[in-house]
Structure formats: structure tokens, C-alpha cells
């Protein structure tokens, strides 16, 4: 029996997330992965039962990932101001620190896989978040509505402007950098809708 090598497994991720990243879900294959990742397609079987578990797996292991980046060190009994900042801090933080991940995931979101995957996310998001969610409600410091309506309010603009710095530039090939001062105006913006 082969020993399991960690190296050439985080290999072949690294590898993976890349090629999506890059090129899209539609035109990954095991065989031109091998071949990145400068071994045979038999070794990527060794470890993954095919293409859809490998991934699979991938996608597993970023959420867990990023989940944990959003939440680290979140106090769910914080005013919402100071825990949505925290959020919005923690996911630019995840994002900029890995960019080919956030783009893999990005990609991945629409396929099935992502799809079954963002059930996990979401339980993971309830348990982090509920607590929180509760006491903004009990404090009179955000109103009823629902999940869309406030991720939609609460998140897209923070994602727009990640998306913005991640291809370095915004609206008719304008240059943009996402600063510290951007992040805030922005954020500014979004509680005073909620408010």
C-alpha cells in the first residue's frame, strides 16, 4: 500500500483551485490537472475518486476555511455595528489575503457541487451568527426581513468592492485599490441604511 503524500495532495489542490480559478469549472480535467501538477492521473486517483470528489473536497475544506476567517475572534453579543464591521473586516481580511481561492469559490458557487456545498455554509453561518442576529433584534438595532433582503444589504457592496480591487479596476477601466478609508465609507453607507 502507497503512503498517503500530504505534499503531493496539497499540490494537486493548489493546482485545482488554479485551473478553476483561471479557467472555469466547464474546463477542468483530471488529465490536464495531472499534468499542472506534474504527476499522473492514476496518482490523482490514488486519493480522489474522481473529479467530483476532489473538488468536492476542495470546496469543503474552503468553507470551512472561510467561515473561520469571518469569524475569528466575533463577539455574537456585540452592538451590530461593531460585529457587522468585525464580519466586513474578517471577510475582506479572507478575501485579499487569498485571492485565487476567493475567485475558485466564486466560480464554484453556481455548480452543483457549490450548490450542495452552500448548505454546509449556510448551517455554519446560523450557528456563528444567530446568537448575534437575536440580540440586534431584542436591542431595536436592526428590523424583520429577510435572509436575501439583508445579505444583499448587509454584504454585496463589500464583495463589489473586493471584486473591484481583485481585478484592479472599477467602472470603464477606472484603477481602483482597495484602502482601509474605502472600506469604511462603504461600511459607513450600510449602517446608516440599516439604521
Known sequence: MRYRDENKIQNIKEKAIE?????????????????????SPATIYIYYKDKEDLISNIVSEASDAMVKAIFHDFDPESSFEEGL????????????????????????????????????????????????????????????????????????PLYTLIRFHQQGKSFGGRKFQLTDEILREAFEKVIKSFK
Open 85 to 156: 464591521w468585525k464580519q466586513w473586516k474578517n471577510r475582506a481580511a479572507y478575501c485579499l489575503k487569498e485571492p485565487m481561492m476567493n475567485t475558485f469559490m466564486e466560480r464554484m458557487r453556481n455548480t452543483d457541487i457549490g450548490n450542495c456545498q452552500q448548505v454546509q455554509i449556510n448551517d455554519q453561518m446560523k450557528k456563528h451568527s444567530s446568537t448575534f442576529m437575536t440580540k440586534a433584534h431584542e436591542r431595536g438595532e436592526l428590523t424583520c426581513m429577510s435572509l436575501e433582503v439583508y445579505w444583499a444589504v448587509a454584504f454585496s
Open 19 to 39: 485551473m478553476i480559478a483561471k479557467e472555469g469549472y466547464e474546463n477542468f480535467g483530471i488529465n490536464r490537472l495531472a499534468k499542472a501538477a506534474g504527476v
